[in-house]
C-alpha cells in the first residue's frame, strides 16, 4: 500500500495578484510559519521518503518538514508555465488576451496558456510521476513484496499502530508542489476530468491531502483519504477547512 502525503508550499513572495507559476521566489515569513505549523502536525509520524518540486518556495516547505531527512528533487513537480501571462493579474490578462482568456476559462486542460503550458501538458507530467512512484513503491522496501491488501479497501481504516501499518506494507511519500499542479495531480489520480480541476479542487498553501493506492494499483485508481485539511493553520473556535 501507498499512501501519498501530497501538500502546497507556503506563502511565496509573489502574493496573490499574480500568475506566476515560474517566478522561483522564496518562503515569506507568513509562509516559513506556515511550513513550520505543517511540519509540527506531521512530527512523530513516519514518512519514507519527501520528493519536492525544486522551485524555492517548494523546497523550503519541504525541508522544513524534513526537518534533516532527505529531500528528492523531481522535475515534474514544477507549477503549470503561464508562458506571457506569468506575472500578470487576471485584469491584465483580460485586457491582452479576452477571447483565449474566456478560452481557458472554459476549457484550461486544452487551452495553452501563450508560450506555455496547458493543463493537459503538466497532466502528462503528474502521471509520468505517478506511475513511477508506483512502480518504485508498490513492491515495497528493498523490492519486497508490498504486503497484503487492505482489510477493507475503500472502507475507513480509523487510527492505526505503527506496526500495523508496517505489517500492512503501508510506504508514505510525502510530496511537496503547487497549487495548480496538485489539482491536475488530483484530476488524474482519481480519474476527473482534467478540464474540471479549477473546479472541483482547492489547495490551500501548507495543507494536508492524503491519497491512498493498494498493491497493484494504477496511477488513476486512488482512495481519497483527506482533502485540503488546513486545521493546523486554524486557532481554536476556527473552522477549521480553508
Known amino acids: 500500500m501507498l499512501t501519498l502525503i501530497l501538500t502546497r508550499h507556503g506563502q511565496a513572495a509573489a ?26 502536525r506531521l512530527s512523530g509520524v513516519r514518512i519514507d521518503r519527501i520528493v519536492s518540486s525544486p522551485m524555492l518556495r517548494a ?5 522544513t518538514i524534513a526537518t534533516g531527512r532527505p529531500v528528492e528533487l523531481d522535475q515534474r513537480l514544477h507549477e ?20 483565449l482568456r474566456a478560452r481557458w476559462e472554459h476549457d484550461p486542460a486544452a487551452t495553452h496558456s501563450p508560450g506555455g503550458e496547458s493543463g493537459d501538458d503538466v ?4 502521471l509520468s510521476f505517478l506511475v513511477d512512484l508506483l512502480a518504485a513503491e508498490d513492491g515495497g522496501p528493498n523490492g519486497t ?3 497484503r491488501h487492505s482489510p477493507d479497501p475503500g472502507g ?17 511519500v ?26 472541483r479542487f482547492i489547495q490551500d498553501r ?14 488513476d485508481e486512488a482512495q481519497l483519504v483527506l482533502a485540503n485539511d488546513v486545521s493546523h493553520l486554524r486557532r481554536p473556535g476556527e473552522a477549521p477547512w480553508g
Open 145 to 147: 513484496p508490498g504486503g
Open 174 to 199: 510525502l510530496v511537496v508542489a503547487h497549487g495548480t499542479y496538485n489539482r491536475i495531480l488530483l484530476c488524474v489520480a482519481l480519474g476527473i476530468p482534467v478540464r474540471d480541476y479549477r473546479r
Open 59 to 63: 523546497l523550503e516547505t519541504a525541508q
Open 80 to 99: 503549470l508555465d503561464y508562458g506571457r501571462w506569468e506575472s500578470l493579474t487576471y485584469a491584465e490578462i483580460d485586457a491582452r488576451d479576452p477571447e
Open 123 to 126: 497532466a502528462v507530467r503528474a
Open 15 to 40: 502574493g496573490d495578484v499574480m500568475l506566476g507559476g515560474q517566478l522561483d521566489l522564496p518562503l515569506t515569513a507568513e509562509g516559513r510559519t506556515q511550513a513550520e505549523a505543517l511540519a509540527r
Open 156 to 172: 475507513s481504516r480509523g487510527a492505526i499502530s505503527e506496526s500495523q501499518a508496517e505489517a500492512e506494507g503501508e510506504r508514505r
Open 206 to 219: 501548507t495543507n494536508l491531502t492524503v491519497l491512498r493506492y493498494e498493491r497493484g494499483e494504477g496511477p
